[in-house]
C-alpha cells in the first residue's frame, strides 16, 4: 500500500517549456487535490477533483491545466512554465471532500523554473 | 490576502516541556480546523482536528483549544518529544460550500533533548 505516489521528486524547467505532474493513489479515495507550497505562503489549493469525471478551480489555478484520468490518478500540467511557477507541489487524497476527511500527502515535487 | 496565520515561524522547547502552537484565523465562515504535521521531504500528515461546536480536543499528548470569539487556536502537546520537531501547520475550512483546506504558514518546532 503506497498510499499517494507523485512523479517526478525533481524537476528543472526553462522559462516557456512543458511538463505534467503525475500523481497517483491506491487508497480508493474519490477525492484529489493538488497543493503548492511556496516560502511564506503556506500550502495553497491549485485544483481539486471531488470524485472521478469531475475538476475545479481552488485558489490559485492559473497557469495550471489538471486532468483526472480515472478514480487512481490526478495529474497536473503547466502549458508554459514561468519563474512564478518555482514551488513545492503537493497532490493529496481524501475520501471525501468534506474536510473531516483527512486528507493524505504525497512526498511532493519540487519545481524550478528559469 | 492570509486567512490563516501562524505568526510565529519557530518554536524551541525542552524535552518533557509544553510546546504551544498558535494560529488565528479572518474567516468567521471557518468551522472546521486541523492540523499537520510535516518532516522534511515529506508530505504533510493529519494530527488533530477540531469542530466549531467544540471547544476542545485531545489525542493521546496532543490538545487542540478553539476560541472561536478570538477567532484563535492552539495546539498543546505535552509532553514534547525530539521526534515531534517538524513544521507543523494549522488549516481551516467551511464546510459550507467547497470544503477546501486554507493552510497557514506553518510553524517550525524543535524539541531539544
Known amino acids: 500500500n503506497a498510499g499517494v505516489t507523485q512523479t517526478p521528486k525533481f524537476q528543472v524547467l526553462k522559462t516557456g517549456q512543458s511538463m505534467t505532474l503525475q500523481c497517483a493513489q491506491d487508497?480508493?479515495?474519490?477525492?484529489m487535490y493538488w497543493y503548492r507550497q511556496d516560502p511564506g505562503m503556506g500550502l495553497r489549493l491549485i485544483y481539486y477533483?471531488?470524485?472521478?469525471?469531475?475538476?475545479d478551480k481552488g485558489e490559485v489555478p492559473n497557469g495550471y491545466n489538471v486532468s483526472r484520468l480515472n478514480k487512481r490518478e490526478f495529474s497536473l500540467r503547466l502549458e508554459s512554465a514561468a519563474p512564478s511557477q518555482t514551488s513545492v507541489y503537493f497532490c493529496?487524497?481524501?475520501?471525501?471532500?468534506?474536510?473531516?476527511?483527512?486528507?493524505?500527502f504525497g512526498p511532493g515535487t519540487r519545481l524550478t523554473v528559469t | 490576502d492570509q486567512q490563516v496565520k501562524q505568526n510565529s515561524p519557530s518554536l524551541s522547547v525542552q524535552e518533557g516541556r509544553i510546546s504551544i502552537l498558535n494560529c488565528d484565523y479572518t474567516?468567521?465562515?471557518?468551522?472546521?480546523f486541523l492540523w499537520y504535521k510535516k518532516y522534511p521531504a515529506e508530505g504533510p500528515t493529519f494530527l488533530i482536528s477540531?469542530?466549531?461546536?467544540?471547544d476542545k480536543n485531545e489525542d493521546g499528548r496532543f490538545t487542540v483549544f478553539l476560541n472561536k470569539s478570538a477567532k484563535h487556536l492552539s495546539l498543546h502537546i505535552v509532553p514534547s518529544q525530539p521526534g515531534d520537531s517538524a513544521v507543523y501547520f494549522c488549516?481551516?475550512?467551511?464546510?459550507?460550500?467547497?470544503?477546501?483546506?486554507?493552510f497557514g504558514t506553518g510553524t517550525r518546532l524543535t524539541v531539544i533533548p
Open positions: 493529496a487524497s481524501s475520501q471525501g471532500q468534506r474536510s473531516s476527511y483527512e486528507q493524505y
Open positions: 477533483s471531488a470524485s472521478e469525471g469531475t475538476t
Open positions: 488549516a481551516a475550512s467551511a464546510q459550507t460550500g467547497a470544503n477546501n483546506l486554507f
Open positions: 477540531i469542530s466549531s461546536i467544540k
Open positions: 487508497m480508493n479515495h474519490n477525492s
Open positions: 474567516n468567521s465562515m471557518f468551522d472546521y
